[in-house]
């Protein structure tokens, strides 16, 4: 089992940052990759970003790429999602995933497709809101 805490959600202001953190405790040796997902109230849950376990794979929506950047600190089993130029349309309750398979991440990340998988992702945190006015 897996176990996943995020932190570092807050309010900001258009074009501020926050930076995210995702610590992974328990049997964490071979979970695949690692994602952020964000759901807004009344919409689905999708995907932001992932890592894959060694980080030599990043992946991220278009609508976040060249903004925010994902990142793994090995020795304290922790992955980052640092938010920079964040927009009003950001504002969403951010979730931390382990376990996703490496084609669930590419349709999931990249193409916007294989949203009913989310539901197969193992391993969740208990998510951080994120507030951009």
């Known amino acids: 089992p897996v176990q996943l805490v995020e932190s570092g959600g807050g309010s900001v202001q258009a074009g501020g940052s926050l930076r995210l953190s995702c610590t992974a405790s328990?049997?964490?040796?071979?979970?695949?990759?690692i994602g952020w997902f964000r759901q807004a109230p009344g919409k689905e849950r999708e995907g932001v970003a992932a890592?894959?376990?060694?980080?030599?794979?990043?992946y991220y929506a278009d609508s976040v790429k060249g903004r925010f950047t994902i990142s793994q600190d090995n020795a304290d089993n922790t992955v980052h999602l640092q938010m920079k130029n964040l927009r009003p349309e950001d504002t969403a309750m951010y979730f931390c995933?382990?376990?996703?398979?490496?084609?669930?991440?590419?349709?999931?990340?990249?193409?916007?497709?294989?949203?009913?998988?989310?539901?197969?992702?193992?391993?969740w945190g208990q998510g951080t809101q994120v507030t951009v006015s």
């Open positions: 995933a382990a376990d996703i398979p490496p084609p669930w991440a590419v349709d999931i990340f990249l193409r916007g497709l294989g949203t009913w998988r989310v539901a197969n992702i193992p391993y």
């Open positions: 328990g049997s964490t040796h071979s979970v695949n990759y």
């Open positions: 890592i894959s376990p060694h980080g030599t794979t990043k």
